[in-house]
């Protein structure tokens, strides 16, 4: 009586499928790591091109044939292809966002080294966990910032001395109440609703202490801490680069932020 094969033995066809799924797999690991790259940089205040150049750049530095990628403000979705893989897709949800060029710079160079290099997925996820460890500006250089600008703002538009020294001061502690509005992770439009009220009620009872000499002076300093800016700025550099929605998308959250922070103010200026 002849006993059967105690171990399967797997056809060269079978053998091609389970290659072609070990490889699907890895495709996988490595694109989840590209996207958490193209996250942070969208984050960070990275334009929209800037964010698909470098996914598409990488995608094919590890070993894609094509790679098609489509990011909005809110959104990352990448599919890439290969004969020995197939095609693999994945989608990012994308959501909070602060300026930080510094990390944005970390990023970029982190994503041409793998590119020259050509960097395991071990040496990316660790490459990726060092620069998450990279400290940011301390609390004190932050505030020492928001002092300079919105003194200097509030002389060059022809405030006082004392103007200044006021608008330095609330400053201060508009920088405080944010990070406290942060720390429960309100979105930036109560932020700045919050941030500009209080900024307009401090700036009215510094001068009606006389501890500072214009409201206006005071209030455009304090103001230029929060005008969305950058957000505007790469809002037009995504449009004029051919990715409209993404550009329209940050125009108009800009310009929705400046509407909220002039509001603001103007209900301040209507209390005080």
Known sequence: ????????VFSPAELGQLARLESADEA??????ILDIGQYMLQSGGEVSRVEDSIRRLCLS??????????????????IYAKHFGAV?????????????????LLNQLSRR???ERLSLEETCAALKELENVPQYSFGTQVF??????SSFSLFFGGSWLDAAAAGVIGVLLKCT???????????????????????????LAVKFRLGDNV????????MLLIPGVALTNSLRDMFSGNTISGLMRCIEAVLLALTIAFGFALAAGLV
Not at 62 to 79: L, N
Not at 89 to 105: A, F, K, P, V, W
Not at 145 to 150: E, G, I, K, M, P
Not at 216 to 223: A, L
Request: with cysteine; glycine share 8%; proline share 1%.
């Open 114 to 116: 793998i590119c020259a």
């Open 145 to 150: 910032s928001y002092v300079l600008v919105s």
């Open 89 to 105: 897709t994945q989608t990012r949800r994308i959501t909070g966002s602060q300026n930080d060029l510094h990390r944005l710079e």
């Open 62 to 79: 590890f070993g894609a044939e094509r790679a098609d990628v489509f990011t909005i403000t809110s959104s990352i979705v990448v599919t």
């Open 216 to 223: 206006e002076m005071i209030s455009i300093g304090n103001i």
């Open 1 to 8: 009586m002849e006993q059967e094969h105690p171990f399967h």
């Open 178 to 204: 944010d990070r406290l509005i942060r720390g429960t992770k309100a979105n930036a439009f109560l932020s700045a609703l919050l941030c500009s009220c209080l900024g307009g009620l401090l700036a009215g």
């Open 28 to 33: 996988n690991e490595y694109l989840y790591q």
